[in-house]
């Protein structure tokens, strides 16, 4: 249980501080590398990254919006051709990170699973 919440707070806290400086799919990078080093099991391993990419990209949308731009979910909701609806977009933008970020770690947890 330790290594799980260890593997889910420390790629949720290097995924966001990383997606600051690096592109966008540095989320996808973050859960492989920490499942990898920290071996947990597969299903323990999409659980985890799930929830860090999920929670971070929630926070992450939070907080833009919490500064008012709000501009940027009309164009990006314009972009992948959804109704300019707020709170669908966000649902289904958090919904797509998280489970990037959960086959991330399942991929990263089966890779060093294959290597030992």
Same mark, same amino acid.
Do not use: H, Q
């Given at each position: 249980? /330790?290594r799980? =919440?260890?593997t889910? +707070?420390l790629?949720?806290?290097?995924?966001?501080? !990383?997606? &600051?400086?690096l #592109? &966008? &799919?540095i989320?996808? +990078?973050?859960? %492989? +590398? %920490?499942?990898?080093i920290?071996l #947990?099991?597969?299903?323990? $391993?999409?659980?985890?990254?799930?929830?860090a990419i999920?929670?971070?990209w929630?926070?992450? =949308?939070?907080w833009?919006?919490?500064? *008012?731009?709000?501009?940027?979910?009309?164009s990006?909701?314009?972009?992948f051709?959804?109704? #300019?609806?707020a @709170?669908?977009?966000?649902?289904? @933008?958090?919904?797509i990170g $998280? !489970?990037i970020?959960? !086959?991330? *770690? !399942?991929? *990263?947890?089966?890779l060093a /699973?294959?290597?030992?």
């Amino acid at each position: 249980m /330790k290594r799980f =919440i260890l593997t889910t +707070v420390l790629s949720g806290l290097a995924a966001f501080g !990383l997606e &600051w400086i690096l #592109p &966008w &799919w540095i989320i996808a +990078v973050v859960p %492989f +590398v %920490f499942c990898a080093i920290l071996l #947990p099991k597969p299903g323990r $391993a999409f659980l985890s990254g799930f929830l860090a990419i999920g929670i971070m990209w929630a926070a992450t =949308i939070a907080w833009r919006l919490s500064n *008012g731009n709000t501009d940027f979910l009309a164009s990006l909701a314009e972009l992948f051709m959804l109704p #300019p609806n707020a @709170s669908l977009f966000i649902a289904i @933008s958090i919904g797509i990170g $998280a !489970l990037i970020g959960g !086959l991330s *770690g !399942l991929s *990263g947890a089966l890779l060093a /699973k294959m290597r030992a």
